[in-house]
């Protein structure tokens, strides 16, 4: 297994994860927190009515391209595309039509617009992804952060609001695609449909599309709820927060994952001896990633809130954001590390049941805590949710397929991450120098805990890499 596309998916999604906090902070700040609940409905909306409709055609690529004769399935899967599309817009128009008074009016047109746009740049993605084309891929996402942030910053400047934000974004999403993104589409437009194919992809793809609905209810149902029970204001806080800690390390977390997933499904396909090992190293490189982005980010949060939000933000931002780092480091070791064996083995139904029963878990709290506590009910909910599916998939997988790391690994990791603390609480002033400070020496002092201690090999890469032994 090569760390090597490991690390050039982490440098390109680093590089779209920071662009993607940037236009976090710059959609935030032009928009402020009423327009910001505005925009994250729109981004909500478009994750159930899109994202449950086309991502399991996504998730069917990522799972049966890489497979020996997997590149026959792009046609057929290109136009299922179509047809999920054309289920998006029906679905959109009967929601539009139902609409709860509390829905702001067009934000179902925004979340359409936003999902059918993103669900042409995400085939084009998988497609990378799973064909191994990691500097394509980051091209892609490369492109698609700068046109976005360039799109929906103008439009913003010019008093769009939402609507320009929304706009924007499309225009990132399409740009890309047209730049990058080609090849795929020539391939859909060049295949065939293949009918014999469905039973297959039907058996894999219908307890995706319920794991993604229940997922999508896990990761957006307390937005939901906190539209309907608390002031737009605050709504906006808890969606800026939770949006900086998914997409400042977010995206890293997937980082390992789309390097290290198709050559996982080649080996379990052929039953390989080093599938297992294959699996520990994995896991191994992604908890050196993890647990100090996560930690990170909770220790200067505050400073971030402040920095990158502003001052109508930071208050309440700054409650939540510790406590959205944790769930969300606790749904990436779910998706990325304990689902690894479901997803490997077609066990959807499994993996849908676990977060159907987190989702529910996190809706009936939220209901009932965030009416008298508000946000920050809902951030705390959120980390109990997320480590529920976490303790379930572990459970379930292990007698399938379960990451192992070394007692060493572990101990390398929280040696690094308390220093790291340790030289981040040390600093005493914050803001955007204090904040630029602790940064660097926490970054610094947990590389140099790995590094000593060459962890995962990756002292030994530099080494060689610089000539050195």
């Not at 996982?264 to 993890?290: G, I, K, T």
Request: net charge positive; aromatic share 8%.
């Amino acid at each position: 297994m090569s760390l090597r596309s490991s690390l050039a998916y982490f440098v390109f999604r680093g590089a779209s994860g920071a662009l993607a906090v940037l236009t976090v902070s710059v959609f935030a700040r032009l928009l402020g927190p009423q327009g910001y609940a505005h925009w994250t409905l729109a981004v909500v909306l478009s994750g159930f009515i899109a994202g449950v409709l086309v991502q399991p055609i996504h998730s069917a690529l990522a799972r049966f391209l890489p497979r020996p004769g997997g590149e026959a399935i792009i046609g057929t899967l290109g136009r299922l595309l179509l047809l999920a599309a054309c289920a998006v817009v029906l679905v959109a128009l009967l929601l539009s039509a139902l609409a709860p008074a509390w829905l702001p009016a067009g934000v179902v047109v925004l979340a359409l617009s936003l999902g059918l746009s993103q669900a042409v740049f995400d085939f084009s993605a998988q497609h990378c992804s799973s064909t191994l084309q990691a500097r394509r891929y980051g091209r892609l996402y490369l492109c698609k952060a700068i046109i976005a942030l360039a799109a929906g910053g103008t439009a913003l400047w010019c008093g769009l609001g939402a609507a320009g934000a929304v706009a924007g974004t499309c225009v990132g999403f399409v740009g890309a695609t047209l730049l990058f993104g080609r090849t795929a589409w020539r391939e859909v437009v060049r295949g065939r449909f293949d009918g014999a194919a469905l039973p297959e992809l039907r058996a894999y793809a219908l307890p995706v599309m319920f794991a993604l609905l229940t997922g999508a209810v896990l990761q957006w149902g307390d937005r939901l709820v906190l539209a309907a029970n608390v002031a737009p204001a605050c709504l906006g806080a808890y969606s800026a927060a939770g949006d900086l800690a998914q997409q400042g390390f977010g995206l890293l977390f997937s980082a390992f994952h789309l390097a290290w997933f198709p050559r996982l499904v080649a080996l379990w396909e052929s039953n390989a001896e080093a599938l297992q090992a294959q699996v520990n190293r994995y896991a191994q490189l992604s908890l050196v990633v993890m647990v100090p982005a996560a930690l990170g980010f909770a220790l200067v949060a505050r400073d971030l809130a402040s920095v990158l939000l502003g001052a109508a933000f930071s208050a309440d931002a700054a409650q939540v954001m510790p406590w959205l780092a944790l769930a969300a480091l606790l749904g990436g070791v779910r998706a990325y590390l304990f689902d690894l064996p479901l997803h490997l083995s077609q066990r959807m139904a499994v993996q849908s049941a676990i977060a159907g029963g987190c989702a529910l878990l996190g809706v009936s709290l939220n209901l009932m805590l965030v009416p008298h506590f508000g946000i920050v009910a809902a951030a705390a909910v959120a980390v109990l949710a997320q480590g529920c599916g976490c303790v379930a998939s572990y459970l379930v997988g292990r007698r399938t397929l379960s990451p192992r790391w070394a007692s060493r690994d572990l101990l390398v990791v929280g040696a690094g991450a308390g220093a790291m603390a340790l030289m981040v609480l040390a600093v005493p002033f914050g803001g955007l120098i204090g904040l630029g400070v602790k940064a660097l020496l926490g970054a610094v002092m947990y590389c140099a805990v790995v590094l000593v201690a060459d962890t995962a090999g990756l002292r030994s890469l530099i080494f060689a890499r610089m000539g050195l032994r």
